[in-house]
């Protein structure tokens, strides 16, 4: 059993249904596409949504633990709440470096993070030190390299010219090795976090390259959302509430080229619910983020 990463994504959870003391619950409304322009809807923990553009191909699926429709054998593992998983293949040759995942926002949210994000983004460096990310921008963004941050990636070859076979988000798999040099492949299989700390490196990612020949399968999945509080926890002792900070954006995770922010997928959670007297800044108990 591999330990899992604490991530930097902020609000998407849903309350306990099963407490009848609380308000209503919020629904989450998921959807994704190649761009936020082309949005569909994504059924959680229902049959996988295949995407297909001019740059990239493949279906994503998004299962939530204790939510209505998860299948026995496409449960997540002990740990985790949440995943969001896909299988599919770049249309163009294009090295690992170009390749980033992470959160991007539309709307500012800098009055609405709490207080101890500098702190968890400290951690979060520890961590990953390949995270890059402007929470503070009008268009925040915190991204990772997409080889140095998901859970689990494999990599098979499978003919450009061959139809995708169906994606069963039952198993994962970890394995690069047609991507790899045989010296660096052999020592990364069955090792998540070797291969993390493999793609933290700049020369690494750069000398690795995906073509239309490569289908690759990931799975990005976490356990810090406390879905019952509607809360985060994270590893030395911080934890806030997302119902206090959400601000009634969407929370996009995005798989995009650095520097360009052109787009191969997007997974986009909204969290519907009684915003009622939500206002700007409401809750404020921000500091300045390093």
């Given amino acids: 059993m591999h330990r899992h990463r604490p991530s930097l994504s902020l609000p998407l959870s849903y309350h306990s249904l099963k407490d009848e003391r609380m308000s209503p619950a919020p629904r989450i409304r998921v959807s994704a596409g190649p761009n936020l322009s082309s949005l569909q809807p994504l059924h959680i923990n229902g049959p996988p949504l295949h995407i297909s553009?001019?740059?990239?191909?493949?279906?994503?699926?998004?299962?939530?633990?204790?939510?209505p429709g998860l299948k026995e054998d496409e449960a997540l593992e002990e740990?985790?709440?949440?995943?969001?998983?896909?299988?599919?293949?770049?249309?163009?040759?294009?090295?690992?470096?170009?390749?980033?995942?992470?959160?991007?926002?539309?709307?500012?949210?800098?009055?609405?993070?709490?207080?101890g994000t500098s702190a968890a983004l400290?951690?979060?460096?520890?961590?990953?030190?390949?995270?890059?990310?402007?929470?503070?921008?009008?268009?925040?963004?915190?991204?990772?390299?997409?080889?140095?941050?998901?859970?689990?990636?494999?990599?098979?070859?499978?003919?450009?010219?061959?139809?995708?076979?169906?994606?069963?988000?039952d198993s994962f798999p970890e394995?690069?090795?047609?991507?790899?040099p045989s010296s660096d492949a052999s020592s990364l299989v069955g090792n998540p976090a070797a291969r993390r700390s493999y793609f933290s490196k700049a020369a690494h990612?750069?000398?690795?390259h995906l073509t239309?020949?490569?289908?690759?399968?990931?799975d990005f999945s976490h356990g810090f959302i406390n879905f019952d509080s509607l809360s985060v926890s994270l590893p030395g002792g911080l934890s806030f509430s997302l119902a206090k900070y959400w601000n009634g954006e969407p929370v996009v995770f995005s798989c995009q080229r650095k520097g360009t922010g052109e787009s191969w997928f997007v997974v986009s959670f909204v969290l519907e619910g009684d915003t009622?007297?939500?206002?700007?800044g409401e809750g404020k108990e921000s500091e300045d983020v390093d």
Wanted: aromatic share 14%.
């Fill in 53 to 67: 553009s001019p740059s990239w191909e493949g279906s994503i699926s998004v299962r939530l633990r204790d939510y």
């Fill in 79 to 115: 740990g985790s709440t949440w995943s969001i998983s896909f299988e599919g293949r770049w249309k163009e040759s294009v090295g690992a470096e170009e390749v980033m995942f992470g959160n991007v926002w539309e709307k500012p949210i800098k009055s609405y993070l709490p207080y």
């Fill in 122 to 169: 400290r951690f979060m460096r520890y961590v990953d030190p390949s995270l890059e990310c402007d929470l503070y921008a009008d268009k925040p963004w915190a991204l990772s390299p997409l080889f140095a941050t998901l859970q689990y990636m494999s990599a098979r070859e499978h003919s450009p010219t061959e139809p995708l076979p169906p994606f069963k988000p």
């Fill in 175 to 180: 394995d690069l090795s047609p991507l790899l």
């Fill in 205 to 208: 990612r750069s000398s690795t």
């Fill in 212 to 218: 239309p020949q490569h289908l690759i399968r990931a």
């Fill in 276 to 280: 009622e007297g939500k206002e700007e």
